[in-house]
């Protein structure tokens, strides 16, 4: 079992910069994929990144491609995920998710392979 809590997430101008945090619970951190989606009002949840258990593979969306980077600590049991260059359409709640692996390099890119969801962070960018 692990749980997850978001934080970072406010209010920015478009062209502004966030970094959310992801902090997890438990002793087994380093053997977990760990993904992070969105979800705006009316819209499905979508996969903005992921990143494999070593760290080493990483996924983005095409809408966050040089714009987002996605990195782990598994000395601090903290994923994080960069934003930089925000858009208005980046507005939603952001939502960290966990799954146990062990596949070293294996990415998630779908919500059903998660088994663990933080409660999610807002993050609403001005125009």
């Known amino acids: 079992q692990v749980q997850l809590v978001e934080s970072g997430g406010g209010l920015v101008q478009a062209g502004g910069s966030l970094r959310l945090s992801c902090a997890a619970s438990g002793r087994t951190f380093s053997t977990y994929a760990m993904g992070w989606f969105r979800q705006a009002p009316g819209k499905e949840r979508e996969l903005v990144a992921a990143i494999s258990r070593s760290g080493r593979s990483t996924y983005y969306a095409d809408f966050v491609k040089g714009r987002f980077t996605n990195s782990r600590d598994d000395t601090e049991n903290t994923v994080y995920l960069q934003m930089n260059l925000l858009k208005p359409e980046d507005t939603a709640k952001y939502y960290c998710?966990?799954?146990?692996?062990?596949?070293?390099?294996?990415?998630?890119?779908?919500?059903?392979?998660?088994?663990?969801w933080g409660q999610g962070t807002q993050v609403t960018v001005s125009s």
């Open positions: 998710a966990a799954t146990e692996t062990v596949a070293r390099w294996s990415l998630k890119t779908t919500p059903n392979q998660y088994d663990y």
